[in-house]
């Protein structure tokens, strides 16, 4: 079945650093792809999506770009803050199926250090 | 406007009770999805429902798993005769319709002494 696989955690930066956080995934059909973020005491919340390869999502300055080829999308930010600290998961849906129900990697925990 | 709520936000059970926990999707998001976030297995879906049609349960990992929704509004899972390892967060989804992005509830943390 479809499956995820995130960069294990935990990563600990310091402010102003480039953040990396790897992922790949294992699909039978053609999926969307998400970052989802749940930050400490909250609930979970899409942070970016793309929906077909070469897709670039972006927000609040982070981006992934969805690679056919190489089966991943990478989360990055060029200068993280303090306030990016939190657990950050990648998903993919299988749309053709017909819902969105999502697959989920194992999260990574980011603490970033003033 | 409002998002996702779910009840209770913690739960503490003893072993072989039953429990309910419930959520009440956006209004007018016709898809609801439920996930348990455990240490074990991560984050991983359970069941879903789209307006009248019969729901997708196959991510329940037991019979002792079930859950309904009425009049394509709230949902109520319930776990039967708890287990330890159903310890977890239960977390509610909704989305407008199936190909949307879902919005998640803050979850509901269940504890099975």
């Known amino acids: 079945g479809d499956s995820v696989t995130q960069m294990e955690g935990p990563v600990t930066l310091s402010e102003e650093a480039f953040l990396t956080i790897n992922c790949t995934y294992t699909?039978?059909?053609?999926?969307?792809l998400f970052w989802y973020v749940q930050y400490p005491g909250e609930g979970l919340q899409l942070l970016l999506k793309a929906t077909k390869a070469d897709d670039k999502g972006s927000n609040k300055g982070f981006e992934a770009t969805y690679r056919k080829e190489t089966t991943s999308f990478h989360l990055e930010k060029g200068s993280v803050q303090v306030s990016d600290s939190a657990v950050y998961f990648c998903a993919l849906s299988d749309a053709g199926q017909g819902a969105q129900k999502l697959v989920f990697g194992q999260g990574t925990r980011l603490t970033i250090n003033p | 406007g409002a998002g996702v709520s779910q009840s209770p936000s913690n739960k503490v059970t003893e072993k072989g009770k039953d429990v309910e926990l419930r959520c009440d999707p956006i209004?007018?998001?016709?898809?609801l999805y439920w996930y348990r976030q455990s240490l074990g297995q991560g984050l991983e879906f359970l069941i879903y429902f789209q307006g009248n049609s019969a729901p997708d349960k196959s991510g329940l990992p037991s019979d002792r798993f079930s859950a309904e929704r009425t009049g394509g509004s709230v949902s109520t899972l319930t776990i039967q005769r708890t287990q330890q390892e159903d310890s977890a967060v239960y977390l509610c989804?909704?989305?407008?319709?199936?190909?949307?992005?879902?919005?998640f509830g803050p979850g509901t943390r269940l504890l099975v002494l």
């Open positions: 989804a909704s989305s407008p319709d199936p190909k949307e992005t879902q919005y």
């Open positions: 209004s007018g998001h016709t898809a």
């Open positions: 699909a039978t059909g053609y999926p969307s």
